[in-house]
């Protein structure tokens, strides 16, 4: 299995497993990632943490793979690469990161809520040296995240960014030392789940949905979330 996941009390560990690619995802990791992610979304974990086998989170989608037709030819309404990145999922997800962080894999972190990476990690859209366009989100979410000009310097020069500069951006939650990433996230994760999550998941629709609304309809979207998670009255 190219995909791992293990069940660490309420949280959902999901592991890319291809470490001798540095977890770059082929046609068929890409399914069972998605697979694994549905399964969370069905079960009853409250968070999940995404991470990567060896030392890495994932260089990418296998360019070996791409050049021999492995994965489906893109289209607008097909699914991405990742297969995972046009969903939104239901609960928090984050994203556990040591080492390469790179392509179709520096977008599938930006998919997730929170970003834990330890010193090591770099991140860097990559593909762009091989003439690749971005299909998995990061013109998207990356301007959301740290802002059109930080976003617009790393998709034109394609360079590798250090974890110490993506956390000066705002693009990590927390940086760890070497090898503690997974930890870390799992101890946030812990946390979170031991919230209510009927208020959690209302803050975190509001937060995630208001970017492209105007601030009264904002305000209204919130209180109409945050009215639907009270309690009921005993």
């Known amino acids: 299995m190219t ?19 540095r977890n770059a995802v082929d ?6 990632l998605a697979e694994a992610v549905r399964d969370f979304e069905e079960g009853d974990a409250k968070v999940a943490v995404l991470t990567g086998a060896g030392g890495a989170f994932c260089a990418g989608n296998d ?13 607008p309404d097909g699914p991405p690469p990742m297969a995972v ?8 997800v984050i994203a ?19 970003r834990v990476a330890s010193e090591t990690a770099e991140f860097g859209l990559l593909n762009f040296e091989h003439g690749l366009p971005s299909l998995d ?40 030392p070497p090898g503690e990433a997974l ?14 999550a009927p208020a959690l998941q209302a803050a975190r629709a509001s937060l995630l949905t208001q970017e492209t609304l105007p601030e009264p ?4 979207n919130e209180m109409t979330l945050a009215l639907a998670a009270l309690p009921s009255p005993t």
């Not at 791992?4 to 890319?16: D, Y």
């Not at 740290?146 to 500069?165: C, K």
């Open 27 to 32: 046609g068929p990791t890409a399914r069972r």
């Open 137 to 176: 989100g990061a013109t998207v979410r990356l301007p959301r995240l740290i802002g059109p000009a930080r976003a617009l310097e790393a998709v034109l020069t394609a360079r590798r960014i250090t974890a110490r500069e993506a956390a000066d951006w705002g693009l990590l939650t927390t940086l760890t």
């Open 3 to 21: 995909v791992l996941t293990e069940r660490r009390g309420p949280v959902h560990v999901i592991t890319l497993d291809r470490p001798s690619r």
């Open 217 to 220: 309809k904002a305000l209204r």
């Open 85 to 92: 990145t046009r969903t939104r999922p239901s609960k928090p």
């Open 96 to 114: 556990a990161i040591e080492g390469y962080c790179f392509g179709g894999g520096f977008e599938l972190a930006l998919w997730c809520d929170l």
């Open 183 to 196: 930890q870390t996230a799992q101890t946030m994760a812990d946390r979170i789940a031991s919230l209510p």
């Open 63 to 75: 360019l070996k793979a791409m050049a021999a037709g492995d994965f489906p030819a893109p289209t």
